[in-house]
């Protein structure tokens, strides 16, 4: 699983270009901008802490961003999983500004906020014990090879500064800023020297967790009380982003009437958008009635150009093809 924006965060992208209210003031518009800023700034934090991870030789690590994966009737989700013939380890990333003070007696993260406020947060540590709770039992439960799993709490922003009482320094061990990566690394390679697995075993445990790994694709538009009706439907322009752009009669080429791009794929982007906001599933009919695609041969073709199946009537686009497609450059929303 290589490093992706967050699935949600495109949905949210989606929402605002096709919400109908330009307006910035918009009710519903700034907490969306609020919740996207913090995926994005999340998502640079792991794109850092994936820089540093460069540096571990490829021949000996895996490294497997977002791993969410089921157990039972619910899931476990972790940043990045690195597994070794060694040990395995759980990366969990803060992107948190200010100064964080680790207290042990209550189990809390505080942060002290530039205006000089305090605010409370649970103790990450507790997350990554589950986290390796979880994974010990999945790897139980499918018969695989287990290792030592070590786990490290990552501070991806280099000017946080983190503290905490002389009885609890013990937790530097794996609450480390993203420089320090490398040199764990280096320190868990010396105090496990010997080979537990093969290397067609750690082949199978990375097969078993990208085929059971499942994205999680949220109903944004009941998290944010949106109707299908309160989102534009069309083509958007992949310049400027307008919604909606006309299709040239008899042909298959989008021009925008604002900034005059012309696209033969502009659809593509359509359809990852109906993905992301309401269904990988639908018919002929739904999808030429969002893009506004009058005849069902033209539709028909157009999905072709498109690794999607069918099954009867239904069309089902995976999520790595949506991902594809996806508009993930907009303009800054934020």
């Known amino acids: 699983m290589e490093l992706m924006k967050p699935l949600t965060a495109l949905q949210l992208m989606v929402m605002l270009n096709r919400s109908p209210a330009k307006d ?9 901008k609020t919740r996207l800023k913090k995926l994005i700034t999340g998502y640079k934090g792991e794109v850092s802490v994936e820089y540093q991870l460069r540096y571990l030789p490829s021949d000996q690590f895996v490294i497997l961003h977002d791993v969410r994966i089921p157990i039972g009737d619910k899931y476990f989700q972790i940043d990045f999983l690195v597994l070794s013939r060694y040990f395995y380890t759980i990366i969990e990333v803060k992107n948190i500004f200010g100064e964080l003070y680790f207290d042990p007696v209550f189990n809390q993260l505080i942060r002290k906020n530039q205006d000089g406020s305090k605010s409370g947060i649970l103790d990450p540590t507790i997350q990554v014990e589950t986290q390796k709770k979880q994974l010990e039992k999945w790897l139980n439960k499918n018969k695989l090879p287990i290792a030592p799993i070590k786990y490290l709490i990552t501070i991806s922003n280099p000017k946080t500064i983190l503290s905490t009482s002389i009885n609890n320094h013990h937790i530097s061990n794996w609450i480390i800023h993203k420089h320090s990566l490398p040199e764990n690394f280096e320190q868990f390679t010396a105090n496990y020297p010997n080979a537990i697995l093969t290397h067609n075993e750690i082949k199978k445990v990375t ?13 944004v538009l009941q998290m ?12 958007s322009c992949p310049n400027c982003y307008l919604v909606p752009i006309p299709r040239q009669k008899n042909r298959t080429r989008w021009i925008c009437p604002v900034c005059k791009t012309e696209s033969l794929s502009a659809y593509l982007s359509a359809i990852a958008d109906y993905g992301l906001l309401f269904n990988q599933s639908f018919t002929n009919r739904q999808i030429r009635a969002f893009l506004g695609v009058d005849s ?11 690794n999607v199946s069918l099954n009867g009537r239904t069309y089902t686009l995976p999520l790595k093809e949506i991902y594809h497609h996806a508009n993930k450059d907009f303009p800054d929303v934020l």
């Not at 910035?24 to 969306?32: S, V």
């Not at 944010?224 to 083509?235: A, C, E």
Request: proline fraction near 9%.
């Open 224 to 235: 944010y009380n949106f109707k299908p009706s309160d989102i534009l439907t069309g083509v």
């Open 296 to 306: 069902r041969t033209t539709m028909y073709k157009l999905l072709q150009r498109m």
């Open 24 to 32: 910035p003031q918009h009710a519903k518009h700034p907490l969306i």
């Open 207 to 219: 097969r078993k967790l990208r085929k059971q790994n499942e994205p999680l694709l949220s109903d």
